[in-house]
Protein backbone atom coordinates (compact mmCIF):
# COMPACT_ATOMS: atom_id res chain seq x y z
CA UNK A 1 0.00 0.00 0.00
CA UNK A 2 2.87 2.76 0.20
CA UNK A 3 5.49 3.31 -2.65
CA UNK A 4 8.80 0.97 -1.97
CA UNK A 5 10.75 4.33 -2.05
CA UNK A 6 8.65 6.15 0.77
CA UNK A 7 9.12 3.11 2.84
CA UNK A 8 12.58 2.56 2.44
CA UNK A 9 12.83 6.46 3.80
CA UNK A 10 10.85 5.65 6.59
CA UNK A 11 12.86 2.43 7.26
CA UNK A 12 15.99 4.78 7.24
CA UNK A 13 14.64 7.24 9.88
CA UNK A 14 15.99 6.26 13.87
CA UNK A 15 12.74 7.48 14.58
CA UNK A 16 9.74 5.12 15.25
CA UNK A 17 6.66 5.87 12.87
CA UNK A 18 3.26 4.34 13.02
CA UNK A 19 0.40 4.86 10.32
CA UNK A 20 -3.12 3.79 12.40
CA UNK A 21 -6.63 3.67 11.68
CA UNK A 22 -9.62 4.85 13.71
CA UNK A 23 -9.31 2.16 16.16
CA UNK A 24 -5.43 2.61 16.27
CA UNK A 25 -5.16 -0.89 14.38
CA UNK A 26 -1.55 -0.38 12.89
CA UNK A 27 -1.41 -0.27 9.37
CA UNK A 28 2.56 0.68 8.45
CA UNK A 29 5.57 0.70 11.04
CA UNK A 30 8.88 1.49 10.21
CA UNK A 31 11.82 -0.23 11.03
CA UNK A 32 13.12 1.70 14.24
CA UNK A 33 9.72 1.03 15.68
CA UNK A 34 10.79 -2.26 15.75
CA UNK A 35 13.77 -2.07 17.68
CA UNK A 36 12.27 -0.18 20.31
CA UNK A 37 8.84 -1.94 20.71
CA UNK A 38 9.37 -5.64 19.36
CA UNK A 39 8.49 -6.85 16.01
CA UNK A 40 5.19 -8.36 14.65
CA UNK A 41 3.27 -5.11 15.18
CA UNK A 42 1.51 -4.86 12.31
CA UNK A 43 -2.24 -5.52 12.63
CA UNK A 44 -2.34 -5.39 16.36
CA UNK A 45 -3.46 -1.60 18.32
CA UNK A 46 -1.19 1.49 19.49
CA UNK A 47 -3.13 0.87 23.39
CA UNK A 48 -1.33 -2.92 23.09
CA UNK A 49 2.16 -2.08 23.62
CA UNK A 50 1.98 2.50 24.62
CA UNK A 51 0.50 2.55 27.42
CA UNK A 52 0.41 6.20 27.96
CA UNK A 53 -2.64 7.91 27.85
CA UNK A 54 -1.57 11.45 27.00
CA UNK A 55 -0.03 9.60 23.91
CA UNK A 56 -3.55 7.69 22.76
CA UNK A 57 -5.35 11.07 23.78
CA UNK A 58 -3.39 12.93 21.29
CA UNK A 59 -3.86 10.06 18.47
CA UNK A 60 -7.72 11.14 19.03
CA UNK A 61 -7.75 14.31 18.87
CA UNK A 62 -5.55 14.32 15.53
CA UNK A 63 -8.35 10.85 14.73
CA UNK A 64 -11.51 13.59 15.44
CA UNK A 65 -9.96 16.53 13.32
CA UNK A 66 -6.89 18.09 14.49
CA UNK A 67 -4.25 18.66 11.89
CA UNK A 68 -1.12 18.17 14.61
CA UNK A 69 -0.63 17.16 17.90
CA UNK A 70 2.57 16.91 20.10
CA UNK A 71 3.55 16.08 23.54
CA UNK A 72 6.48 14.81 25.66
CA UNK A 73 5.80 11.52 27.17
CA UNK A 74 8.00 8.69 29.23
CA UNK A 75 7.89 5.01 28.29
CA UNK A 76 8.99 2.14 30.28
CA UNK A 77 10.71 -0.10 28.08
CA UNK A 78 13.89 -2.05 28.97
CA UNK A 79 14.61 0.94 30.47
CA UNK A 80 12.56 4.37 31.35
CA UNK A 81 12.80 6.42 28.17
CA UNK A 82 11.33 9.83 27.28
CA UNK A 83 9.58 10.55 23.93
CA UNK A 84 8.72 13.25 21.90
CA UNK A 85 5.61 12.37 20.14
CA UNK A 86 4.41 13.82 16.89
CA UNK A 87 0.94 13.04 15.12
CA UNK A 88 -0.56 14.19 12.70
CA UNK A 89 -3.61 13.87 10.05
CA UNK A 90 -2.34 11.25 6.92
CA UNK A 91 -5.20 12.41 5.06
CA UNK A 92 -7.26 15.76 6.20
CA UNK A 93 -9.67 15.52 2.66
CA UNK A 94 -11.38 12.24 3.43
CA UNK A 95 -14.43 12.23 5.64
CA UNK A 96 -13.37 11.34 9.57
CA UNK A 97 -14.44 7.49 9.24
CA UNK A 98 -11.61 6.95 7.33
CA UNK A 99 -9.10 9.37 8.85
CA UNK A 100 -5.28 8.17 9.19
CA UNK A 101 -2.52 9.08 11.50
CA UNK A 102 0.87 9.08 11.41
CA UNK A 103 2.21 8.46 14.93
CA UNK A 104 6.31 9.10 15.32
CA UNK A 105 8.23 9.11 18.46
CA UNK A 106 11.64 10.14 18.81
CA UNK A 107 13.91 8.86 21.21
CA UNK A 108 15.12 12.24 23.70
CA UNK A 109 16.36 10.69 26.74
CA UNK A 110 19.87 12.42 26.29
CA UNK A 111 18.77 15.22 26.04
CA UNK A 112 16.50 15.12 28.99
CA UNK A 113 19.04 13.65 31.08
CA UNK A 114 21.27 16.67 30.08
CA UNK A 115 18.95 19.09 30.73
CA UNK A 116 18.16 17.57 34.06
CA UNK A 117 22.27 17.25 34.87
CA UNK A 118 22.38 21.02 34.17
CA UNK A 119 19.63 21.90 36.64
CA UNK A 120 20.79 19.55 38.93
CA UNK A 121 24.01 21.64 38.69
CA UNK A 122 23.16 25.19 39.14
CA UNK A 123 20.78 24.12 41.90
CA UNK A 124 24.25 22.36 43.74
CA UNK A 125 26.47 25.33 42.87
CA UNK A 126 23.68 27.81 44.50
CA UNK A 127 23.31 25.65 47.47
CA UNK A 128 26.84 25.33 47.97
CA UNK A 129 27.93 28.91 47.50
CA UNK A 130 24.73 29.82 49.97
CA UNK A 131 25.63 27.58 52.84
CA UNK A 132 28.88 29.52 53.51
CA UNK A 133 27.17 32.92 52.17
CA UNK A 134 24.75 32.29 55.07
CA UNK A 135 27.50 31.64 57.96
CA UNK A 136 29.15 34.79 57.15
CA UNK A 137 25.88 36.84 57.23
CA UNK A 138 26.01 35.57 60.80
CA UNK A 139 29.01 35.98 61.66
CA UNK A 140 28.30 39.67 60.97
CA UNK A 141 25.59 40.36 62.40
CA UNK A 142 26.72 39.08 65.72
CA UNK A 143 29.54 41.42 65.49
CA UNK A 144 27.66 43.87 64.88
CA UNK A 145 25.15 42.96 67.74
CA UNK A 146 26.14 41.01 70.77
CA UNK A 147 29.71 40.70 70.26
CA UNK A 148 30.18 44.43 69.38
CA UNK A 149 32.82 45.08 72.41
CA UNK A 150 34.16 41.60 72.96
CA UNK A 151 37.88 41.78 71.44
CA UNK A 152 38.13 37.48 72.20
CA UNK A 153 34.67 36.90 70.34
CA UNK A 154 35.93 39.47 67.58
CA UNK A 155 38.88 37.63 66.90
CA UNK A 156 37.32 34.26 66.77
CA UNK A 157 34.47 34.89 64.36
CA UNK A 158 36.91 37.05 62.20
CA UNK A 159 38.90 33.99 62.07
CA UNK A 160 35.62 31.63 61.38
CA UNK A 161 34.64 33.85 58.37
CA UNK A 162 37.95 33.83 56.58
CA UNK A 163 37.14 30.44 56.83
CA UNK A 164 34.33 30.28 54.71
CA UNK A 165 35.59 33.17 52.25
CA UNK A 166 38.16 30.76 52.09
CA UNK A 167 35.61 27.54 50.92
CA UNK A 168 34.04 29.91 48.55
CA UNK A 169 37.46 31.01 46.77
CA UNK A 170 37.99 27.26 46.73
CA UNK A 171 34.58 26.30 45.17
CA UNK A 172 34.69 29.24 42.76
CA UNK A 173 38.49 28.12 41.73
CA UNK A 174 36.61 24.49 41.27
CA UNK A 175 34.00 25.21 38.98
CA UNK A 176 36.67 27.29 36.67
CA UNK A 177 39.29 24.41 36.80
CA UNK A 178 36.09 22.20 35.62
CA UNK A 179 34.74 24.81 32.60
CA UNK A 180 38.25 25.20 31.32
CA UNK A 181 38.63 21.73 31.02
CA UNK A 182 35.27 20.96 29.63
CA UNK A 183 36.72 23.49 26.91
CA UNK A 184 39.64 21.58 26.28
CA UNK A 185 38.63 18.06 26.16
CA UNK A 186 39.35 17.53 23.01
CA UNK A 187 42.48 18.70 22.63
CA UNK A 188 45.66 16.56 23.50
CA UNK A 189 48.51 17.67 26.00
CA UNK A 190 51.41 18.14 24.47
CA UNK A 191 54.22 18.89 27.32
CA UNK A 192 56.67 16.15 28.58
CA UNK A 193 56.41 15.08 31.90
CA UNK A 194 58.42 13.33 34.17
CA UNK A 195 55.82 12.24 36.97
CA UNK A 196 59.03 11.37 39.70
CA UNK A 197 59.59 15.00 40.25
CA UNK A 198 55.96 15.77 39.91
CA UNK A 199 54.86 13.29 42.50
CA UNK A 200 57.65 14.89 45.37
CA UNK A 201 56.63 18.24 45.05
CA UNK A 202 53.14 17.36 45.34
CA UNK A 203 54.25 15.61 48.29
CA UNK A 204 56.05 18.10 49.78
CA UNK A 205 53.28 21.00 48.63
CA UNK A 206 50.64 18.77 50.88
CA UNK A 207 53.05 18.66 54.15
CA UNK A 208 50.67 21.21 56.43
CA UNK A 209 47.36 18.92 55.37
CA UNK A 210 49.68 15.18 55.93
CA UNK A 211 50.71 16.89 59.33
CA UNK A 212 47.66 17.69 60.54
CA UNK A 213 45.86 14.76 59.82
CA UNK A 214 48.58 12.47 61.10
CA UNK A 215 49.32 10.21 58.16
CA UNK A 216 53.13 9.51 56.64
CA UNK A 217 53.19 9.47 52.67
CA UNK A 218 55.58 6.79 51.85
CA UNK A 219 56.69 7.16 47.50
CA UNK A 220 57.74 3.90 46.49
CA UNK A 221 59.02 5.00 42.35
CA UNK A 222 60.11 2.24 40.14
CA UNK A 223 63.94 3.59 38.37
CA UNK A 224 64.12 5.25 34.89
CA UNK A 225 60.20 5.45 34.37
CA UNK A 226 59.36 7.21 31.30
CA UNK A 227 57.87 10.60 30.53
CA UNK A 228 53.61 11.03 29.62
CA UNK A 229 52.33 13.27 27.27
CA UNK A 230 50.75 15.37 29.48
CA UNK A 231 50.06 18.87 31.44
CA UNK A 232 52.23 19.68 34.17
CA UNK A 233 49.86 21.92 36.17
CA UNK A 234 47.02 19.52 35.22
CA UNK A 235 48.42 16.20 36.19
CA UNK A 236 49.99 17.78 39.41
CA UNK A 237 46.29 18.74 40.11
CA UNK A 238 45.74 15.02 39.68
CA UNK A 239 48.09 13.47 42.12
CA UNK A 240 47.09 16.41 44.32
CA UNK A 241 43.71 15.97 44.63
CA UNK A 242 44.42 11.91 44.98
CA UNK A 243 47.04 11.94 47.70
CA UNK A 244 44.87 14.89 49.42
CA UNK A 245 42.05 12.78 49.87
CA UNK A 246 43.85 9.63 50.95
CA UNK A 247 45.57 11.74 53.94
CA UNK A 248 41.86 12.99 55.11
CA UNK A 249 39.90 10.25 54.44
CA UNK A 250 42.46 7.62 55.26
CA UNK A 251 43.22 6.96 59.13
CA UNK A 252 45.22 9.01 61.36
CA UNK A 253 48.23 7.77 62.24
CA UNK A 254 48.83 5.09 59.19
CA UNK A 255 50.60 5.55 56.45
CA UNK A 256 49.82 6.53 52.94
CA UNK A 257 51.91 5.25 50.07
CA UNK A 258 51.79 6.18 46.61
CA UNK A 259 53.36 3.73 44.08
CA UNK A 260 54.19 4.35 40.66
CA UNK A 261 55.68 1.92 38.22
CA UNK A 262 55.43 0.72 34.11
CA UNK A 263 53.93 -2.11 32.13
CA UNK A 264 54.44 -2.28 28.24
CA UNK A 265 52.64 0.57 27.27
CA UNK A 266 51.36 2.44 30.44
CA UNK A 267 52.32 4.21 33.65
CA UNK A 268 50.27 3.02 36.98
CA UNK A 269 50.51 5.85 39.99
CA UNK A 270 48.46 4.23 42.62
CA UNK A 271 47.37 6.11 46.14
CA UNK A 272 46.42 3.70 48.64
CA UNK A 273 45.22 4.57 52.18
CA UNK A 274 44.44 2.35 55.12
CA UNK A 275 41.18 3.95 55.74
CA UNK A 276 37.74 2.50 56.31
CA UNK A 277 37.36 2.11 52.83
CA UNK A 278 34.33 2.72 49.98
CA UNK A 279 31.41 0.62 49.76
CA UNK A 280 30.72 -0.53 45.91
CA UNK A 281 27.40 1.10 45.45
CA UNK A 282 29.76 4.36 46.29
CA UNK A 283 32.42 3.66 43.84
CA UNK A 284 31.31 4.50 40.51
CA UNK A 285 29.75 7.77 41.58
CA UNK A 286 32.28 8.68 42.97
CA UNK A 287 33.67 11.63 40.53
CA UNK A 288 30.55 12.86 40.15
CA UNK A 289 30.09 16.66 40.35
CA UNK A 290 29.25 17.02 44.48
CA UNK A 291 29.06 13.55 45.14
CA UNK A 292 30.04 12.72 48.83
CA UNK A 293 29.98 9.93 50.86
CA UNK A 294 29.40 12.01 54.15
CA UNK A 295 29.06 15.84 53.62
CA UNK A 296 29.56 16.89 56.61
CA UNK A 297 32.98 15.07 57.04
CA UNK A 298 34.15 16.44 53.76
CA UNK A 299 33.09 20.39 54.40
CA UNK A 300 34.88 20.02 57.92
CA UNK A 301 37.75 18.64 55.87
CA UNK A 302 37.47 21.72 53.71
CA UNK A 303 36.38 19.75 50.70
CA UNK A 304 34.52 21.12 47.33
CA UNK A 305 33.04 18.04 46.46
CA UNK A 306 34.54 18.80 42.71
CA UNK A 307 38.26 17.32 43.19
CA UNK A 308 37.04 13.61 41.99
CA UNK A 309 35.35 15.39 39.04
CA UNK A 310 38.18 17.57 37.61
CA UNK A 311 40.39 14.03 38.25
CA UNK A 312 38.15 12.39 35.62
CA UNK A 313 38.00 14.91 33.14
CA UNK A 314 42.28 15.52 33.56
CA UNK A 315 42.58 12.30 32.93
CA UNK A 316 40.02 12.20 29.91
CA UNK A 317 42.42 14.84 28.50
CA UNK A 318 45.23 12.75 29.00
CA UNK A 319 43.69 9.92 27.60
CA UNK A 320 43.83 8.13 30.85
CA UNK A 321 42.29 6.46 33.00
CA UNK A 322 40.88 6.21 36.65
CA UNK A 323 40.50 2.76 38.56
CA UNK A 324 39.16 3.02 42.08
CA UNK A 325 39.34 -0.43 43.90
CA UNK A 326 38.49 -0.45 47.93
CA UNK A 327 38.42 -3.27 50.73
CA UNK A 328 35.58 -1.82 53.32
CA UNK A 329 38.11 -2.18 56.71
CA UNK A 330 41.54 -2.09 54.77
CA UNK A 331 41.78 1.00 52.54
CA UNK A 332 41.02 2.38 49.45
CA UNK A 333 43.35 2.49 46.24
CA UNK A 334 43.05 5.46 43.43
CA UNK A 335 45.05 4.02 40.13
CA UNK A 336 45.79 6.57 37.35
CA UNK A 337 46.67 4.76 34.14
CA UNK A 338 48.67 6.70 31.54
CA UNK A 339 49.57 6.00 27.98
CA UNK A 340 53.21 6.49 27.79
CA UNK A 341 54.90 8.86 25.50
CA UNK A 342 56.67 7.24 22.25
CA UNK A 343 59.57 9.30 21.50
CA UNK A 344 60.97 9.33 17.96
CA UNK A 345 64.92 9.21 17.41
CA UNK A 346 65.79 8.12 20.70
N1 LIG B 1 40.68 7.85 49.76
C1 LIG B 1 39.36 7.92 50.02
N2 LIG B 1 38.78 7.11 50.96
C2 LIG B 1 37.47 7.19 51.22
N3 LIG B 1 36.62 8.03 50.61
C3 LIG B 1 37.13 8.84 49.68
C4 LIG B 1 38.51 8.83 49.31
N4 LIG B 1 38.70 9.76 48.34
C5 LIG B 1 37.49 10.31 48.09
N5 LIG B 1 36.55 9.78 48.90
C6 LIG B 1 35.11 10.11 48.90
O1 LIG B 1 34.82 10.72 47.66
C7 LIG B 1 34.21 12.00 47.87
C8 LIG B 1 34.52 12.93 46.71
O2 LIG B 1 35.89 13.27 46.69
P1 LIG B 1 36.32 14.67 46.08
O3 LIG B 1 35.67 14.79 44.75
O4 LIG B 1 37.80 14.78 46.16
O5 LIG B 1 35.59 15.73 47.03
P2 LIG B 1 36.01 16.29 48.49
O6 LIG B 1 37.35 15.72 48.87
O7 LIG B 1 36.05 17.76 48.29
O8 LIG B 1 34.89 15.88 49.39
C9 LIG B 1 34.72 12.44 49.21
O9 LIG B 1 33.83 13.36 49.83
C10 LIG B 1 34.76 11.13 49.98
O10 LIG B 1 33.47 10.83 50.47
MG1 LIG C 1 39.06 15.90 47.47
Redesign the pocket.
Known amino acids: MMHASVEAVLNGLNVAVFMVDRDHRILFRNAASGQLFGVGLRGRKLDDFISSKKCLKAVNRVLTGEAEVRVDIKLQLVVPTSFSVTVVRMNPDVPQAEAKAIVSLEDVSHIREAEQMRSDFVANVSHELRSPLTALYGFIETLQGPAKDDANARERFLGLMEAEAQRMARLID ?1 LLSLSKLQAAERVAPDELVAIGPVLRRVIASLEPITEREKCAVVLELDEALPLVHGDLDELTQVFS ?2 I ?3 A ?3 RAGTDVTVKAWMDATHLHVC ?1 A ?1 Q ?4 APK ?1 ITR ?2 E ?7 G ?3 S ?11 KHILMRHRGTLE ?1 T ?1 EPGV ?2 K ?1 CVVLPVAVLENM
Not at 275 to 278: A, L, N, Q, S, V
Not at 289 to 295: A, C, E, G, H, P
Not at 301 to 311: E, F, Q, S
Open positions: DNLENAKYGVDGEGIHLTRFYRIDKRSRKGGTGLGLAIVISGSF
